[in-house]
């Protein structure tokens, strides 16, 4: 597994990929609902990510970044489906490719 801190510097950018993400969606009208839960989800699961960070369980923290990324791959297929700004169709894939890559290195 990585090294903690290593965990903690990419979570920290994807906290900011996702918190970029939000204010995208928000700064937007006629954002699906489906996106808009997604990012809902998104900001509410780096509360829980960022709380086993703190924990150091790392079977909790892969768990954690596992439903991130389950949770943006949901959100890319409802830009697929929807025309979206394209503010928001970069922040989604950039939030996306981010989480990918960390659950990828943390398995």
Excluded: Y
């Excluded at 900011?16 to 993400?21: D, F, S, V």
């Excluded at 509360?47 to 949901?74: G, M």
């Amino acid at each position: 597994m990585m090294q903690s801190n290593e965990i903690q510097e990419r979570f920290n950018q994807i906290e900011n990929r996702i918190r970029q993400l939000k204010l995208a969606v928000q700064s937007q009208q006629n954002v699906p609902q489906d996106l808009q839960d997604c990012v809902q989800q998104l900001d509410q699961q780096t509360t829980q990510t960022k709380q086993a960070l703190q924990s150091a369980d790392e079977s909790r923290i892969v768990e954690c970044v596992d439903t991130l990324e389950q949770t943006s791959d949901r959100a890319k297929a409802s830009i697929g489906m929807t025309q979206v700004d394209e503010s928001v169709r970069r922040a989604v894939m950039q939030a996306h490719s981010e989480l990918s890559t960390l659950k990828h290195q943390l398995h």
